[in-house]
């Protein structure tokens, strides 16, 4: 992964801020494939497991979706604790309780016990993905961090274009096998390997610049006053405060959960439904599912990094963010439609995925702008939180309106696309204000 910042340079900062893109940038994006693997691998589960446990659509969606109130209630809490205690200890906690439970879904048998085990899968994880933001924050200033953001998300289209092959191949190759189903051993075999990275974070990861031996003093230096300066003209130049308390009041956090729930609303679309989409549309072979359903989040790795790094090149966030969610949502509105089945479905969805993901790339930029000290840990928690509740919304009402329609899909696509459509006026006309602050934020530094 190349994720170099800067033409090369012996300026101790830029020498510095390309050390730790490249150290820490591919890692916690590998941390992320498999955190998001966890999370949604059960969208192919699901070709096999409704079936044999006689799970109907709505079932299968509240299981999906409960994951994101687990996530919901403790990701706040789990978001201050790692900004007390540091990422190094906290990061590698969430990765061996989640790869844990996600491994003990192989023992599912009932309703119950299916939602059960969702719901721990998203107390265990809650607080990776905001963690994640946070630490960045304390590595990389304004004007690297939307690329930098967008590399380790890029690890979702990856987990959609690697994941969907995998997945594909252990439910067909591994049925039956040791007395298990397929999508038992998709479980254990892609939780496993959480286990053993996130021992891997507590050796590998450094909590703060300050610790780290990889880089000389000189370059500590560097990054550290950088980021210290950065955090002086943000706490003067924005209204939104620096204690938790000014993240809870504060309209910015707010406005931002909403635009982030409305774009959520179709990334899980995506996330959870494609595989049946695919399924019913071009073929029931589990395994051409898993390699077809790798075009879309292919097409979006590349998106949403030229997006970010369009972005971060002008410093403007606002239109990047909302023409990659109309752009989302038409293409939503387009698969919709009876005659754009098959291939073209596909080609249809594939330019829904580089809209959210495009939008994503930039949309994670902006709290770290806006927010300062305790409020930055609690804000990026909260909007992150809030937004996710669209992770459980998503699939609960796809799966009530495929239940009430006889399995129809298109009303489905309709609901993410008016999600996009609400993210994207969300954006240009309530978040202006707090977004021109963060693009003249940006300017500034780019200018120094």
């Known amino acids: 992964m190349n994720t170099n910042i800067s033409p090369p340079s012996n300026n101790p900062e830029t020498v510095a801020f390309g050390k730790a893109a490249r ?21 192919f589960a699901k070709l096999q497991m409704c079936s044999d446990l006689g799970f109907s659509e709505t079932v299968y969606g509240t299981g999906a979706g409960i994951f994101f109130i687990g ?16 990422a190094r200890v906290w990061i590698a906690r ?30 265990a994880e809650a607080g990776f993905f905001p963690g994640i933001i946070l630490y960045l924050t304390l590595w990389f200033p304004a004007r690297y961090r939307a690329r930098m953001v967008a590399w380790f998300m890029t690890a979702v289209a990856l987990a959609g274009v690697a994941g969907g092959p995998i997945s594909g191949a252990i439910l067909e190759s591994m049925h039956t096998i040791a007395g298990l189903r397929g999508w038992q051993w998709l479980f254990v075999l892609e939780g496993v390997p959480s286990v053993l990275i996130g021992v891997w974070v507590f050796f590998f990861l450094d909590d703060a610049p300050s610790g780290a031996a990889w880089l000389d003093n000189e370059e500590k230096e560097a990054i550290m006053a950088r980021l210290a300066l950065e955090e002086e003209e943000k706490k003067s130049a924005a209204n939104t405060g620096h204690t938790f308390r000014d993240a809870l009041s504060s309209p910015v956090v707010w406005t931002l959960s909403a635009v982030y729930f409305s774009i959520v609303l179709g990334l899980y679309g995506i996330s959870f439904w494609l595989p049946q989409i695919i399924r019913e549309t071009i073929t029931s072979d589990v395994s051409a599912i898993g390699w077809i359903s790798a075009v879309p989040w292919l097409v979006s790795a590349v998106a949403m990094v030229l997006n970010a790094m369009h972005s971060d090149r002008t410093g403007e966030r606002r239109w990047h963010i909302a023409g990659a969610c109309i752009a989302g949502g038409a293409a939503f509105a387009m698969s919709s439609m009876p005659e754009v089945n098959g291939w ?11 809209g959210i993901m495009s939008a994503l790339s930039c949309f994670w930029s902006l ?22 509740l669209a992770g459980y919304v998503s699939p609960e009402l796809a799966g009530m309106i495929r239940d009430a329609t ?24 309530v978040t202006a204000r707090y ?14």
């Open 406 to 429: 006889g399995g129809r899909m298109a009303p489905v696509l309709v609901l993410f696309s008016a999600g996009l459509f609400a993210a994207a006026a969300l954006t240009i006309f």
């Open 344 to 354: 073209y479905g596909v080609a249809a969805l594939s330019l829904a995925t580089a």
């Open 23 to 43: 150290r820490l940038v591919p890692f916690l994006f590998l941390c992320y494939i498999l955190a998001y693997l966890d999370r949604v691998n059960v969208g």
């Open 94 to 123: 969430i990765m061996v309780t989640w790869g844990i439970v996600a491994c003990l879904q192989v023992f599912v048998s009932s309703e119950p016990l299916f939602y059960l085990l969702r719901f721990l899968l998203g107390v």
């Open 71 to 86: 996530y919901l209630l403790f990701e706040v809490p789990s978001n201050m604790i790692l900004s007390k205690i540091g």
């Open 367 to 388: 709290p770290p702008a806006v927010l300062s000290g305790t409020a930055a840990a609690a804000g990026i928690a909260l909007i992150n939180s809030f937004g996710n």
């Open 435 to 448: 977004l021109r602050h963060a693009q003249i934020a940006d300017h500034e530094c780019q200018d120094e």
